[in-house]
């Protein structure tokens, strides 16, 4: 299996630009999970979708982020307009399962957001 | 609410050496804990979880850990480190039926030759 698929490996771009981040989680997950890492504030949960069904999207910073899961191979995450404090490496996550401890969390390489 | 406390940023072991990394969480009842690694560039591996049952709980690459009650804890232990260990190791914390995994803030392990 190939694993989470994140793209791209990195992204820079200027505050103000529209920012698309994309993954494609392993095949059969029905569960796909979108995180935030930075120095300051570690992993965070942004959104979670369950059967490309989004579940819990608490962890959405503002109205400028924005996640879809058009089907089961295929997600984004979109920020419009970005801004210099969204620099961070985002992670997609997916699982098989229902309940938290029957499959772990299987993480792509993330993607370096750079906004300058 | 839950939380999980490394408090350890940085640890630095010789070659051989055995290692002891904490993790202390923040939960009314007994949560589901998980240690993961992350080496540069790369994302996170489950290195190791825990449910319930026996509480010195096997991993991958020689790794195991033990959850105590009574502290709140679930350290993560090797007994002789090799360099390719040298990565950030996350501890995690899960609510039951949940799937609400907060991770700690990371211990840094670098590996002297």
């Known amino acids: 299996d190939a694993g989470v698929i994140q793209s791209p490996r990195h992204e820079v771009t200027e505050m103000g630009q529209e920012v698309t981040l994309r993954c494609k989680p392993i095949s059969g997950h029905d569960y796909l999970f979108w995180y935030r890492q930075t120095m300051m504030r570690g992993l965070e949960l942004l959104i979670y979708?369950?059967?490309?069904?989004?579940?819990?999207d608490s962890g959405m910073p503002e109205d400028r982020f924005s996640a879809k899961m058009p089907n089961a191979s295929f997600s984004t995450l979109k920020i419009q307009p970005s801004e210099p404090r969204d620099s961070a490496v985002y992670f997609c996550?997916?699982?098989?399962?229902?309940?938290?401890?029957?499959?772990?969390?299987?993480f792509g390489n993330g993607t370096r957001l750079t906004v300058t | 609410a839950q939380s999980v406390t490394q408090p350890d940023i940085h640890i630095t072991v010789s070659e051989g050496a055995s290692l002891e990394l904490r993790c202390n969480y923040s939960y009314g009842a007994t949560p589901y804990l998980f240690w993961y690694v992350q080496s540069p560039g790369q994302g996170l591996q489950l290195l190791l979880k825990?449910?319930?049952?026996?509480?010195l709980v096997q991993g991958i690459k020689g790794f195991e850990a033990e959850f105590k009650r009574s502290q709140s804890s679930f350290n993560l232990r090797k007994p002789s480190v090799h360099w390719s260990d040298a990565a950030e190791y996350f501890c995690a914390v899960g609510t039951p039926g949940t799937y609400k995994y907060i991770f700690g803030t990371g211990t840094r392990l670098k590996v002297l030759a």
């Open positions: 996550a997916s699982s098989l399962g229902f309940l938290i401890g029957n499959s772990p969390l299987h």
């Open positions: 825990y449910f319930s049952g026996d509480t």
């Open positions: 979708f369950n059967n490309n069904v989004p579940i819990d």
